[in-house]
């Protein structure tokens, strides 16, 4: 038998059965399934952060008319977008302009903003997903976590709306996955710093 073959078959190490029981826990608590349509709270105000481009916020009206036709929404986006968002929803609509260029950060919410946002009686708090993993939306989740978590949402690229069973966890394994699977392919292969991680390949090698 070659050095190879035997290496293939050798039983896994007791770290590497325990750390790949971790990985395996922190996968499930990151997963995100869909919601059913019909559990959404039509019949309320609807806040949404305007988190991906403007054709994923136009397929997201698309959706909510097709379950109401005239929703009361409330979009949170930068200052420069409403002339274009107000003409996009074409009816009720209270807009609130992020105050800062760039990525939404929670930090940069102005106090008396969120305190409005948390008195509204929302029916639930969506998010844009350019994709459907959720990926580098950490900031984007704490600022609409602050204003409710009970009820927040993701509306992703194919057309559904998600949200994992307990939004904390969700984000406490999101924050452990990458730097674990950093220092995991480190251990094996002190060469490996010459790229990133890709989510999908690291999702992949795991589940080999």
Request: with cysteine; charged share 25%; hydrophobic share 45%.
């Amino acid at each position: 038998m070659s050095t190879d073959s035997q290496l293939n078959q050798a039983a896994p190490t007791e770290v590497a059965t325990a750390l790949r029981t971790v990985l395996n826990a922190i996968l499930e608590d990151r997963a995100v399934p869909p919601v059913d349509n019909e559990s959404v709270a039509w019949d309320k105000p609807m806040f949404v952060l305007r988190s991906a481009h403007m054709q994923r916020l136009a397929a997201f009206l698309s959706v909510v008319r097709s379950h109401r036709p005239t929703p009361p929404l409330h979009i949170m986006s930068h200052a420069r977008d409403e002339a274009a968002i107000r003409a996009m929803v074409g009816g009720e609509c209270t807009f609130y302009p992020y105050p800062a260029p760039g990525r939404y950060r929670l930090e940069d919410l102005p106090a008396d903003t969120l305190q409005r946002l948390r008195s509204a009686q929302f029916g639930a708090l969506v998010f844009l997903d350019a994709g459907n993993e959720g990926e580098r939306l950490q900031e984007v989740e704490r600022l609409v976590a602050a204003i409710g978590e009970a009820k927040m949402v993701s509306f992703r690229a194919d057309g559904t709306f998600a949200r994992p069973e307990i939004w904390r966890q969700y984000r406490l394994a999101t924050a452990a996955f990458y730097p674990l699977i950093e220092w995991y392919h480190y251990r094996l292969d002190p060469g490996f710093p010459s790229g990133p991680v890709l989510p999908s390949e690291a999702i992949a090698a795991l589940r080999k």
